[in-house]
Every structure is written in C-alpha cells, then in structure tokens.
C-alpha cells in the first residue's frame, strides 16, 4: 500500500484537514490536537490511519507544526503546509 501525505490545511481555530493519497485515492480527515496530563496527540476522524502503512506520528508531527507556525505568525502561508513531492 502506497500513502504520502500530501497537505495538512487549517479549517477552524484548531481543526485542520489532513489530506494523504492511498494508492493514487486521496483521503481526508479532521485532526484536531489536545494535551492531557502532559502528553500532547492529535485526534483523528474519522480515524482511519491506524489502517494505513503511514505512521501516526508523521501525521501529527504535521498538524502540531502548522499549529505551531500559526501560533507563532499571522503569516497567511503558516495555515498549511505540503510536503515535498519526491
């Protein structure tokens, strides 16, 4: 199974749509980050990337950066990132 995310774009104060391509099918949920006791995560839904060969913390290590870059800019480019294609 072939999956390369492609954008994280922020919808809403902290909700951001995450778009990967499966197998040249492009799939899109809502991650909205959180911390608890300490432990930060990004909640995904509908939850489906615990069911692609992507990993999870890929996923939120985008999120938490476009997050980040939005806190610290009012930069309009800060609201989305896209990896590099290969």
Known sequence: ???RL??????RERDY???LEVNGTFRRCIGTPFEHRGVR???AKPDF???LAISPRLVA???FAVD???????????S????ATD
């Open 61 to 63: 290590a985008a999120v």
């Open 6 to 11: 492609t954008s994280v774009v922020c919808l």
């Open 1 to 3: 199974m072939s999956v």
């Open 41 to 43: 995560g990004v909640e």
């Open 17 to 19: 749509e995450v778009t």
């Open 68 to 78: 980040a870059a939005r806190s610290d800019t009012s930069d309009a480019d800060a």
């Open 49 to 51: 990337l615990a069911t």
């Open 80 to 83: 989305e990132i896209k990896p």
